[in-house]
């Protein structure tokens, strides 16, 4: 499913991208070090990076830092923002397809399967338009045997198997199906929350290019994908912008964004290659006479 920590990390991942395009081994697009990250900063990391400080060093003066000051970027979900949003009833959707690798061929009574059958990949027999047989294994021989051994046990003694053949003594049909197990998806809410996106920096400069940037990287994409699949909306709110702390320092830009994202129920599905129907007769409705339509 979805989770809040997936949206603050494409957040995260959106402005790493921006103020790094050419990577982290090149300069970032303000020309100095930016540290980016999920959560809120700590003061005093934020003001030793500011400052061009190291945390660590000798009291009372600390270690300078070699690459001078460094600009942060924090990602956070504001408090309070969680917004009620139309709930749709969404249709079930595959996740992961099954995975079937192996391939078979039907002779005769003889089955032969080539390749080694993925996790979840099962066989099923119809014999004879009654007797369903379905089994999976560890290997493609296992599978077989195991065929092998249900074929048996509903009437067909003389069945057998190989690490690779099965044979089938059937009498008037045999049909051969493939299956195998995948991961659907469903729907089950959709909620709304408002992420900030913020912007520390040293001057005044550094702030307007690296807010800039990440500005319109994060805008070129309203509809982004979740690992899950599910789509969430990102939708621009507002800007802040805030400089009560010149005197520290630290000039301040929030990005606030409102996203869309979907609660996802996740659930084993499995390939269906055979269905059983049993057709029950209905009692007559009384005083209905049979010979009258004869």
Not at 133 to 158: D, N
Request: hydrophobic share 40%; aromatic share 6%; net charge negative.
């Amino acid at each position: 499913m979805a989770d809040l920590s997936d949206v603050t990390a494409y957040l995260a991942t959106a402005a790493a991208n921006a103020v790094y395009p050419n990577g982290t081994s090149q300069p970032s697009v303000a020309a100095m070090d930016c540290r980016i990250f999920e959560g809120w900063p700590m003061p005093d990391q934020l003001d030793r990076d500011m400052l061009g400080q190291m945390l660590s060093g000798t009291p009372p003066m600390p270690i300078m830092r070699p690459g001078g000051t460094v600009a942060n970027v924090s990602v956070f979900p504001m408090l309070g923002t969680g917004i009620g949003v139309y709930q749709q009833e969404d249709n079930t959707y595959v996740i992961t397809p099954p995975a079937i690798s192996s391939t078979f061929t039907l002779v005769g009574n003889l089955i032969t399967v080539t390749g080694q059958i993925a996790v979840g990949e099962y066989l099923t027999l119809v014999i004879d338009d009654a007797a369903v047989c379905s089994q999976t294994g560890a290997s493609t021989a296992a599978m077989l045997s195991a065929l092998a051994t249900e074929a048996q046990g509903k009437g067909y003694p003389s069945a057998s198997a190989t690490a690779t053949t099965l044979t089938i003594p059937f009498g008037h049909s045999l049909v051969v199906r493939q299956g195998g197990k995948g991961v659907l998806g469903n729907v089950t809410h959709r909620q709304k929350q408002s992420v900030m996106v913020t912007v520390w920096s040293p001057t005044e400069a550094v702030r307007s290019t690296l807010a800039g940037a990440i500005d319109v990287a994060i805008k070129q994409k309203i509809k982004v994908a979740m690992p899950d699949t599910s789509q969430a909306l990102v939708i621009y709110n507002r800007t802040n912008v805030l400089d009560d702390r010149q005197s520290t320092a630290i000039y301040r830009r929030d990005l606030i964004y409102d996203v869309e994202y979907a609660t996802v129920f996740q659930f084993p599905g499995y390939v269906i290659t055979s269905v059983t129907t049993t057709i029950n007769k209905a009692d007559p409705a009384p005083g209905f006479d049979a010979t009258a339509l004869t």
